[in-house]
């Protein structure tokens, strides 16, 4: 009797779609930390990812759609990143310590200049692609509320309207600070000394209770 060959059950369709696109990204961000902003053409990409430059059209139209698409997750994970923080029991932790976490978080080890070249080289496409725009919008107000309940969560006694605009100023100032590390023999360590200076006193003047509150 001849035994019943069955054969090897196929990837779904969804899947391995999903497959072929995060390559297609996984290239692109290669390319990236290779090569620079640049370098990501689909051409390029197509090459990298070792797929036909049709398939890259068939997901992407252009290469801007996929730096799109690679700003938005990495936008994404910031802010979860910072949501994790926000559940934790923000009283009982030295705000210093959980905002030197949070600095890293955004800007990674300073010994390790290398580790950010993606994450600058997507700072910059947020600034000179107009498509990208709508990305740079919704991360602002997002980690600005992120922010304000990160402040309120460590025992802040401003009223919401306040922190909300504290939270804004410092996110443009830590944004700021990009614009500056994109600048040639920068020392990141010194830099990052700075910012946290200069954040301190305003987050140590929100959390303390005044007379009267």
């Not at 290398?114 to 980690?143: C, V, W």
Request: glycine content about 4%.
């Amino acid at each position: 009797m001849n035994e019943k060959i069955t054969a090897p059950r196929r990837q779904p369709m969804q899947k391995r779609a999903r497959a072929k696109r995060e390559a297609i990204l996984a290239a692109a961000r290669q390319l990236i930390e290779k090569q620079g902003l640049e370098a990501v053409t689909c051409i390029r990409v197509a090459d990298m990812a070792q797929v036909p430059v049709g398939s890259v059209y068939s997901y992407f139209p252009n290469n801007v759609a996929i730096i799109e698409a690679l700003a938005d997750a990495w936008l994404t994970d910031l802010r979860e990143q910072f949501s994790v923080v926000e559940q934790r029991n923000l009283q009982a932790e030295s705000w210093h310590v959980v905002f030197a976490e949070l600095l890293e978080i955004v800007y990674g080890d300073p010994a390790n200049p290398e580790g950010r070249k993606l994450a600058m080289a997507l700072t910059k496409a947020l600034d000179f692609y107009p498509e990208l725009q709508h990305l740079r919008r919704h991360h602002g107000n997002s980690m600005s509320q992120i922010l304000a309940n990160l402040l309120k969560a460590a025992g802040s006694p401003w009223p919401a309207d306040r922190l909300q605009r504290l939270a804004r100023f410092g996110y443009e100032l830590i944004g700021g600070l990009d614009n500056y590390l994109a600048l040639e023999d920068v020392d990141r360590s010194e830099a990052l000394a700075w910012i946290y200076q200069s954040l301190t006193p305003l987050i140590a003047d929100c959390l303390t209770p005044k007379q009267g509150d």
